[in-house]
């Protein structure tokens, strides 16, 4: 199945990169064979370099570079922070704060140095359904949220949102393992609820605002509806 393309000019290409799928080859998966850069580069006939980097198993936008001089001139952006992402993840709990910014240091997975890391949230909806996920209350409660990291450190919005105890649905490395283990049985959930939504930044050509929109993957637009949430413009 080819990727879907979410915008293309001569320079940059987008996809909407599904979960599961490593971003280019890792010595930390050494037996994967198959890679988004692999198969855009196959699918368009043309070489193409990753901007930036998804995890593994988070969905959603993913830029890349269809001439090497033009790399440099779109990293910079993401250096400098000029770049705003946007993501939505469903989480355990409702945050005390509707809105706020999640200001905590990350340990470097490189340097083990305390790094910098900031993270704006917003919450979009909540829930509270009739299953008891800890043993301890009758009822559990769930957001969906948007967030916008500031910073770009490894794993840093799953890391943020387990500091706070709002662990992200489906994530196996940072998460909560008796919330997955409840969703996977209950509601057939095998994938993290992080996903990609928006990447906007500046042409490094034609000097113009770029907006790319991925749309939510089947899996979390299922979750989003098992959970009650029945307004589509919370996902749009």
């Known amino acids: 199945m080819p990727l879907e393309i ?14 599961g799928l490593l971003v280019h080859r890792t ?26 980097r998804l995890d593994r198993p988070t969905s959603g936008v993913l830029l890349f570079s269809k001439r090497e001089e033009i790399l440099p001139l779109v990293k910079e952006q993401f250096a400098d922070r000029s770049v705003e992402k946007t993501y939505l993840a469903i989480v355990r709990g409702i945050p005390a704060e509707k809105s706020g910014i999640i ?26 359904i009739p299953f008891d996920t800890t043993g301890r209350y ?63 930044f ?6 113009k605002a770029i907006i790319v929109l991925a749309a939510i993957p089947a899996h979390f637009e299922k979750t989003i509806f098992d959970l009650g949430w029945t307004n589509r413009h919370l996902i749009e």
Request: hydrophobic fraction near 30%; charge should be positive; avoid cysteine.
């Open 103 to 128: 200001d905590h240091p990350l340990t470097s997975e490189r340097s083990n140095k305390l790094q910098e890391a900031q993270t704006y949230y917003k919450v979009l909806a909540e829930t509270e």
């Open 27 to 52: 010595s930390i998966a050494k037996d994967e064979t198959v890679f988004a850069l692999q198969l855009l580069r196959d699918q368009i006939g043309q070489h193409v370099s990753p901007v930036h």
């Open 138 to 200: 009758p009822t559990s409660r769930y957001s969906l949220l948007e967030l916008k990291p500031e910073t770009g450190r490894t794993h840093q919005i799953r890391r943020h949102l387990a500091h706070l105890r709002h662990y992200i649905l489906g994530d196996k490395k940072h998460g909560d393992n008796k919330q997955n283990q409840f969703f996977g049985k209950q509601f057939g959930l095998e994938n993290l609820l992080l996903h990609a939504k928006k990447l906007e």
């Open 202 to 207: 500046k042409h490094p050509v034609s000097q």
């Open 6 to 19: 979410l915008f293309e000019d001569e320079y940059l290409i987008a996809i909407n990169k599904p979960s």
